[in-house]
């Protein structure tokens, strides 16, 4: 029925469009606008490198610094959703704090705001379709026949083509809109008539997943005298409210740190609106004064309405700035981190964060670190050993001689299957799922985790088979007992040494001494008939599997500290 319903809709639009050139010519010039602006986006994402990202990371040291950073890369790649999802990409990985996240999406509403300045400045005067056709060509030509950074500069050309012709379609498909629809179709001198033209702007943002589209719309339907400058500016405050639907749903499959920064945004556009759409003629009589004190003519209403929608913002900024240290904390009393997450669930593989190159390397970092420190205490447990007589101090001889409980033990294998392979699923997925542009850098270290992580899991299931025999052969009258806390002291001291220092030469030293000490004996007992041969290979077997753990561990040094 969805289907259906979807086709009849299909159909039922390409039948009025081919009936309404006008209307026609209308949605095409939409849609390449929208079209420009994703291959705008793409472009910026392709070239920045990260570097955006880590700009973006620095500036929110200060709320200051974050909101001009935030307002200057949102003016540079013309998206606050790209942004907001960006911020939201930083809370959940942890690399920013909720208040600076905050503090660059308040710039990133003040950023949108360029885009109405360029339109209204130059989109509406100007023959851009003059100037779309050879951007156009060398975009579709460059992102062809090239590829690295040159094809992401043709990415962005093809996208300001797109847009200039969008805006161009935009302007004729008004112009011939003569008898149509009005948009001020719901015009009146009422009071309540504004709070329904903010609902349209609203609306159309959130159809159209773009207030820069919205305020296309708005400012071509007002040079072109299609709808009035007061309900133009209610639409205006409704697009910056519906760009709050972007962040809503980009956390609903996130995390609790995304769901307070959406709902900081939720929160900050509704408050600016209300005081927007409250003082909308006093703010109205601000822009005439100031119109006519900066040299505007009384019908440069486009103009106007990018001073506006500026105002209106940095007014929001102002009220709002105080309360950022209330307002986050607020946030997370509604919002609490679970307190307990299901052993085999990721903490940081939020979906956001798949959207940028340095946030997908981050989830990836954390969530690869909390698997090294399950598969380091599930290696202890794998020795016969608790973790305390491994971390943080040198191992004794006193404890490996213990008496050992084989019921006390749980089994690696058991554990491995709860705590380690579901969350390594998680980690594979996430890294097969990263398909924003990444510099060599970014491509070499996140294969470098991946392969880390294969290793630190290879190194358990080593741990897995040394731990059976260990457990078989635990009691303190067997004969290899004496061979087994040797290695078990030398794995300890391994394991000691990578969390002390994981770049040191002599890890692996002790298992190695332990193992030729042992082939040595094994011969000479072999000889002399105090072992049985049976139990002989047993022994090989372990020290060929503490050399193989080892080994892998050495390749993956994990971090217990953190």
Request: contains cysteine; aromatic residues 6%.
């Amino acid at each position: 029925m969805r289907r259906r319903l979807a086709l009849f809709g299909l159909f039922a639009a390409t039948a009025l469009l081919l009936a309404r050139p006008d209307l026609a010519t209308l949605a095409a010039g939409l849609g390449l606008f929208l079209w420009g602006m994703s291959h705008l986006e793409e472009g910026v994402k392709r070239l920045s490198g990260g570097t955006l990202d880590r700009w973006l990371h620095s500036a929110t040291r200060s709320p200051a610094r974050a909101i001009g950073m935030g307002a200057l890369a949102t003016a540079l790649v013309q998206s606050s959703s790209l942004i907001t999802l960006l911020a939201m990409s930083f809370v959940s990985a942890g690399l920013i704090t909720l208040a600076g996240a905050i503090a660059l999406l308040f710039g990133a509403n003040l950023g949108t705001t360029t885009g109405a300045w360029l339109i209204a400045s130059a989109g509406l005067r100007f023959d851009l379709a003059h100037y779309a056709m050879p951007l156009l060509a060398l975009g579709l030509l460059g992102s062809r026949l090239s590829r690295g950074v040159l094809s992401g500069i043709a990415g962005l050309v093809l996208g300001i083509g797109l847009l200039f012709l969008g805006i161009d379609f935009m302007k004729l498909g008004f112009e011939t809109w003569q008898d149509g629809l009005r948009l001020d179709g719901l015009g009146g001198d009422q009071l309540w008539h504004w709070p329904l033209f903010v609902l349209f702007g609203i609306i159309a943002t959130v159809v159209m997943q773009s207030s820069h589209a919205t305020l296309l719309l708005t400012l071509t339907a007002l040079a072109s005298g299609q709808l009035p400058y007061l309900p133009a500016l209610a639409i205006a405050i409704g697009a910056n409210v519906g760009t709050t639907v972007t962040a809503v749903l980009g956390a609903l499959a996130a995390g609790a740190a995304a769901r307070r920064l959406a709902g900081a945004h939720v929160v900050f556009n509704l408050v600016t609106a209300a005081i927007a759409l409250l003082l909308l003629m006093p703010l109205a009589w601000l822009v005439d004064g100031i119109a006519t004190v900066i040299g505007m003519t009384d019908t440069a209403w486009p103009l106007k309405l990018a001073l506006f929608h500026t105002l209106f913002n940095l007014l929001g900024i102002a009220v709002m700035l105080p309360l950022i240290p209330r307002l986050a904390s607020t946030l997370e009393r509604r919002f609490p981190e679970p307190t307990r997450l299901p052993p085999a669930q990721a903490r940081y593989l939020d979906k956001a964060a798949l959207e940028h190159a340095d946030t997908a390397t981050a989830a990836m970092e954390q969530e690869c670190q909390r698997l090294n420190r399950r598969a380091y205490h599930l290696l202890c447990t794998a020795i016969l050993m608790p973790s305390a007589d491994v971390i943080g101090h040198p191992p004794q001889r006193e404890a490996v001689e213990a008496r050992i409980d084989p019921d006390t033990w749980p089994a690696v294998n058991a554990r491995y299957q709860e705590r380690i392979k579901p969350l390594l699923a998680e980690i594979l997925a996430f890294h097969s799922q990263i398909d924003t542009p990444l510099t060599d850098k970014q491509q070499t270290h996140l294969d470098n985790l991946r392969d880390q992580a294969l290793r630190m899991v290879e190194a358990v299931r080593f741990g897995e088979v040394l731990q059976r025999s260990l457990l078989r052969h635990s009691a303190s009258t067997s004969p290899l007992r004496e061979a087994h806390d040797e290695l078990r002291l030398a794995l300890a001291l391994g394991l000691n040494r990578l969390a002390e220092a994981p770049e040191a030469s002599d890890i692996g030293d002790p298992v190695q001494a332990v193992r030729y000490r042992w082939q040595h004996e094994l011969a000479e007992r072999l000889r002399q008939q105090r072992l049985d041969p049976w139990l002989a290979s047993t022994l090989m077997n372990d020290l060929h599997q503490a050399s193989r753990l080892i080994a892998a561990l050495i390749h993956s040094p994990p971090d217990p500290t953190r």
